[in-house]
């Protein structure tokens, strides 16, 4: 299929874009950010650098496109107005330019934030969202995120078949977010901070693309929404902990409460039953982020043991 993948200069759409390649998919990279190099000199890839926002650029894009994977998203957290409008309009603009140009399938990455903080968990598909509740990407990022989810169900009743899926917490190889940060706290010889309630079924970035792989194209996902997240429930807490116990620190953890940044656990039953997913990837974090200390120790030793000898 010849494939549109917006945001495909991003960690996850910049994976997305080689899994498809590798799957014989030709591909169209729409994104405000250039893609590497690599993808450049690939003859089935074609870039258009620009922004979602802008119409006649999408529609350019969209032009002879089969399939859409829409992963562009920009992150104003302290412009509520900014954010909603780059990314609820963008993502119109994309639905519109899609259903006049016929595409077969529209598939959206949102996130597991849209349900806030889950009191009970693994929550399915059927949850309420109570997206206000959580401050996870910013104030604003989940409510914006399941408008964008309900725009694209209005495109699938007028005749455009879309896939929703919700992610949450995609941590991969150089890639490791707070976990990065714990680390540095860590180095620099200072106390490690988690927030006490976070955590979820966080995913490896090769399962996510497995569950895009495994919808695109496929009659069985047309106008559904479906978690797709890992099979181990992690907590924040615990992971720091673990950066402690690593790296050999006697570093504290201080752990600090914060409601809106809570615990999103999440079933992938639906996903597992409808288009037959399995996450390769278990317990996958403590890998990572052993083999982030561990190149750490290797390009700084003389920090570790400093901070050794401190203690």
Not at 6 to 17: E, K, M, N, P
Not at 51 to 71: F, K, P, R, W, Y
Not at 143 to 157: M, S
Not at 176 to 189: C, K, P, R, T
């Amino acid at each position: 299929m010849k494939v549109l993948v917006t945001g495909g200069a991003g960690y996850v759409g910049s994976h997305l874009v080689q899994r498809l390649r590798q799957a014989g998919h030709t591909i169209r990279v729409l994104d405000v950010a250039p893609v590497s190099r690599r993808v450049l000199t690939d003859p089935g890839c074609e870039l258009i650098q620009g922004s979602i926002a802008d119409l006649n650029l999408v529609t350019q894009a969209m032009q002879g496109s089969e399939a859409v994977c829409h992963l562009a998203w920009g992150f104003h957290p302290s412009d509520d107005r900014q954010e909603i409008h780059a990314n609820l309009f963008g993502t119109l603009n994309l639905l519109e330019a899609a259903l006049k140009a016929r595409v077969q399938h529209f598939l959206f990455a949102s996130t597991a934030v849209v349900y806030g903080p889950t009191e009970a968990g693994p929550v399915d598909e059927e949850y309420p969202c109570y997206p206000e509740r959580s401050a996870i990407g910013g104030p604003v990022y989940g409510i914006t995120k399941l408008a964008c989810e309900k725009l694209c169900l209005v495109y699938q009743r007028r005749g455009l078949p879309v896939t929703v899926f919700r992610m949450h917490g995609v941590f991969g190889d150089h890639h490791l977010s707070q976990f990065a940060h714990m680390i540095e706290q860590v180095m620099a010889g200072e106390p490690v901070k988690a927030i006490r309630e976070a955590g979820g079924e966080y995913v490896h970035p090769e399962d996510v693309l497995r569950g895009f792989l495994l919808a695109i194209g496929n009659e069985k996902a047309y106008g559904q929404v479906f978690n797709l997240a890992g099979s181990y429930t992690y907590r924040d807490p615990e992971l720091a902990r673990y950066v402690v116990e690593t790296t050999g620190s006697q570093s504290s953890v201080e752990l600090i409460g914060d409601p809106t940044q809570g615990m999103i656990s999440v079933s992938v039953d639906k996903l597992r039953r409808v288009l037959g997913y399995k996450p390769k990837h278990g317990e996958f974090l403590s890998r990572l982020i052993r083999n982030a200390i561990l190149t750490r120790k290797r390009q700084e030793p003389a920090t570790f043991a400093r901070h050794k000898a401190a203690e």
